[in-house]
């Protein structure tokens, strides 16, 4: 589409002139330009009770150009010392960016190692997507929560801190006992000491920052072997109630129904970590999903683990591209559904989410700005474009085209631009016909089946609306009616009481007598 094309030119000429930001549609001054992280190690001790964090920061990166200063990105904290290549650097700060300046310049191409020394108090990021609750560290008191989607990461550590620079991680973090740290990928290590544990968690596929998680709280965790040989662990805080851990139970189906239908998981472990917090909903953090208190349903953990695939593995290459994210991460969710609850109940899911995105006017997912980047536009309008490119396709089709996406661009990121090329090679100009609108019209296309069914509803509401008020009036009438009654009563002397005495000078006093 020309509106993207033109976007996307814009984006090369803000990456050639400043180091501040990879000039993102949504969030331009979020990553770096000139630098491409490899990877982190990062090495972090922390004290849940005060929220203290004491970090080493080890970056290998590789310079795009020739540097003699470049930026990573830092919210907060404060910043001890910095090595580049095992010298001294200098460095100053300046809202996120941190500007480094290397003792000496780094040429185009070469890798160095980059050294950070940090420590302080890690606060929640705040951000136009998610303006309530804002993103990345989330401390309540004794346990510590990451949900960092879009740009939380920069909150806990520094960091090329966008979805373009996937990097290998692995950490290395020290609480005090009881607690538990958990991280993406596998359990490498653990190094025990009287008061403290050192958990060790290696990833071994590159990961984009904002799906880094860390979990510190006292865990109930199971584990155990997929079918397919997977190896799955459900995290469960303590905290956590019983009955919200039932649906976790259904990790391995929802797993192998991907796999099916979409191709191999794409990580070496899996799982799920249950939090008791008010977070922000729930969030695909890779190998290991976060949830807030209550968001632990089936249909939520289909979402996040189908973003394991959508998402994770390919990932977005400007957060302008989300719907490649949410709206494919959603609609294989339903189709998780449908795979196990059948037709009719796959059918009800679409009209009804068809109906809600009329009533809220969602806009096309295509032509969004950053506040609706999580709303309606990506989660209820958004799935029908891949409904209605699968209805034309046909089942065997649109799977074929869903795998050669995850193909294409397994582990590295991809834009919404590249979906409709891989539509129009593999669907050409019907397919497209049919996708299309769905994204990119101003107002929602209509569909007769599910209008009839939204005029049905309406019908309704306005019935149950009537009836309500008719229930009302009826009640305020009665309410009348007894007040009526009660004045009616005091009005008139109760034959039981003693008469005046007209001696004392009193006289009972005139009340207005009813109905005036
Ligand atoms: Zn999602």
């Known amino acids: 589409m020309g509106f993207i094309a033109v976007l996307g030119s814009g984006l090369l000429a803000l990456v050639a002139s400043d180091p501040a930001g990879v000039g993102d549609a949504y969030y331009p001054g979020y990553g770096n330009a000139g630098i491409d992280v490899l990877s982190y190690e990062l090495d972090l ?18 310079a795009t150009s020739d540097l003699s200063l470049f930026h990573l990105d830092l919210v907060g904290l404060d910043v001890d010392a910095i090595e580049v290549g095992g010298e001294a650097a200098t460095f100053d700060r300046d809202g996120r960016e941190l500007r480094i300046t290397p003792a000496r310049a ?37 346990a510590i929560w990451v ?51 050192t958990y060790v968690w290696s990833a071994r596929d590159p990961m984009a920052t904002y799906l880094v998680t860390i979990a510190i709280a006292e865990f109930d965790s199971e584990t155990w072997t997929s079918p397919s040989g997977l190896e799955i662990t459900n995290w469960f805080t303590k905290k956590s109630r019983e009955s919200s851990r039932k649906a976790f139970q259904k990790t ?67 957060w302008n591209d989300i719907w490649i994210n949410e709206g494919v991460a959603e609609y294989a969710a339903w189709m998780y559904l449908e795979s ?26 295509g032509h969004m700005t950053v506040r609706q980047m999580f709303g ?28 050669r996406w995850m193909s ?37 296309p209509s569909v007769a089946e599910w209008d009839a069914y939204v005029e049905e509803r309406r019908k309704d509401q306005e019935a149950r609306r009537a009836l309500r008020e008719a229930e009302r009036a009826e009640r305020e009438a009665l309410r009348k009616a007894q007040q009526a009654e009660e004045d009616a009563k005091k009005n008139t002397p109760k034959p039981e009481e ?19």
């Open 147 to 197: 949900m960092s989607e879009p740009g939380g990461s920069a909150g806990f550590f520094p960091c090329n801190d966008h979805p373009l620079d996937k990097a290998l991680f692995s950490f290395r973090v020290r609480v005090p006992r009881p607690l538990q740290a958990v991280a993406n990928g596998k359990l490498v290590e653990l190094l025990e000491e009287e008061d403290a544990r």
């Open 340 to 365: 196990q609850e059948g037709a009719e109940a796959f059918a009800k899911k679409l009209k009804e989410t068809y109906a809600m995105a009329r009533a809220m006017k969602a806009t096309p997912p």
């Open 106 to 142: 780094i040429a185009a191409d070469s890798e160095v190692d980059v050294l950070v020394r940090y420590h302080g108090e890690p606060e929640v990021v705040p951000d136009p997507a998610v303006p309530v609750e804002g993103v990345g560290w989330f401390w309540n008191g004794d």
């Open 252 to 318: 391995d189906e929802i797993l192998e129904y991907f796999s099916s239908a979409f191709g191999p998981y794409p990580f070496e472990i899996a799982g799920n970590i249950l939090t008791n917090a008010r977070v922000p909903g729930a969030l695909e953090t890779q190998t290991k999903p976060v949830y807030g208190a209550g968001t632990g349903t089936e249909e939520v953990i289909a979402h996040e683990l189908a973003h394991q695939w959508f998402g994770n593995a390919v990932c977005v290459e400007d």
């Open 408 to 444: 294409d661009h397994l582990h590295g990121n991809a834009s919404l631009e590249d979906f409709l090329a891989l539509v129009d090679e593999l669907g050409g100009k019907d397919a497209r016909a049919a996708l299309d609108p769905w994204l990119f019209d101003e107002s929602m």
């Open 45 to 62: 001790t922390i004290e849940p009770s005060a929220n203290a964090l004491k970090g080493v920061a080890a970056i290998r990166m590789r």
């Open 498 to 516: 003693p008469a005046k005495d007209g001696a004392s000078g009193e006289s009972k006093p005139d009340k207005p007598s009813d109905g005036r």
């Open 376 to 403: 309606a536009a990506v989660y209820l309008r958004g799935p029908f474009a891949l409904h209605f490119l699968r209805r034309q396709l046909g089942d065997e089709r649109f799977l074929a085209l869903m795998r």
